[in-house]
Nanobody
Framework: QVKLVESGGGSVQAGGSLRLSCAASGSIFSINSMGWYRQAPGKQRVLVAV???????NYADSVKGRFTISRDNAKNTVYLQMNSLKPEDTAVYYC???????????????WGQGTQVTVSS
């Protein structure tokens, strides 16, 4: 059983910064990628940023230049540094991981429970 736990969400004023963390735990063999998605009220869940094992990254156009995704492979942890936050960044942010578990016997798409980010104007 693999578990993802997010932390670092909260309320900030426009222009402020937050750093989200997501730690994966359990019978993890290897992690192919980790990423962040977000879902605003009444909206679909969308990709924010993703980082592959080789450190290749991809960002949504709306956050390019403001957000930075990084990972600590030794800790199975992914981070999302969010700068110059805007009210439209308000959403529940979810951690996602594509990983091999149980000594590589199975491949899993795992999700965290989500953490609220609220940006006020």
């Amino acid at each position: 059983q693999v578990k993802l736990v997010e932390s670092g969400g909260g309320s900030v004023q426009a222009g402020g910064s937050l750093r989200l963390s997501c730690a994966a735990s359990g019978s993890i063999f290897s992690i192919n990628s980790m990423g962040w998605y977000r879902q605003a009220p009444g909206k679909q869940r969308v990709l924010v940023a993703v980082i592959i094992s080789g450190a290749s990254t991809n960002y949504a156009d709306s956050v390019k230049g403001r957000f930075t995704i990084s990972r600590d492979n030794a800790k199975n942890t992914v981070y999302l540094q969010m700068n110059s936050l805007k009210p439209e960044d308000t959403a529940v942010y979810y951690c996602n991981a594509h990983l091999w578990e149980n000594y590589g016997s199975s491949y899993q798409d795992s999700w965290g429970q989500g953490t609220q980010v609220t940006v006020s104007s």
